[in-house]
């Protein structure tokens, strides 16, 4: 487990970058944290450690975006799921565990997510962030 703070928008976005350097093809992050505390943020730091260009957007409305980089990025955003059948579904647990890397935001909303990175926020707006991951060392 490792345990960081972060003091800005720059510093959130730049240790989701140093996680990226860690992932692999298959590899499952779960983002947990209230609404503004910074996860599309890391997700954002992810995708440039995966040298992806584009722009990354919280894919509220979606629930999926995908980018190509070095690993292609799923990245799913479950704020308005309101139940687990929505997942099965969309065919959400398809995806996990395929080829790339899938960073969930609001992990909380799918009950039966198995990832093998998770990430809890805790802190919001201009307020530093505890931010506490487990399963892999950066």
């Known amino acids: 487990m490792s345990l960081m703070i972060t003091n800005c928008h720059e510093q959130t976005l730049a240790l989701g970058q140093q996680l990226a350097n ?27 450690g995966l040298n992806i260009s584009d722009e990354v957007v919280s894919p509220t409305f979606t629930l999926l975006k995908e980018y190509a980089g070095d690993l292609t990025l799923h990245h799913f955003d479950l704020y308005r799921i309101e139940d687990e059948e929505e997942l099965v579904h969309i065919g959400f647990y398809d995806y996990l565990g395929s080829d790339g890397v899938c960073v969930i935001e609001w992990a909380q909303n799918a009950q039966d997510l198995q990832a093998n990175i998770n990430v809890h926020f805790n802190g919001s707006g201009n307020d530093k962030r505890t931010i506490e991951i487990k399963g892999i060392k950066i």
């Open 22 to 48: 860690s992932l692999k093809s298959g590899d499952v992050v779960a983002l947990y944290g209230g609404l503004g505390a910074g996860k599309t943020v890391f997700a954002k730091g992810i995708a440039g």
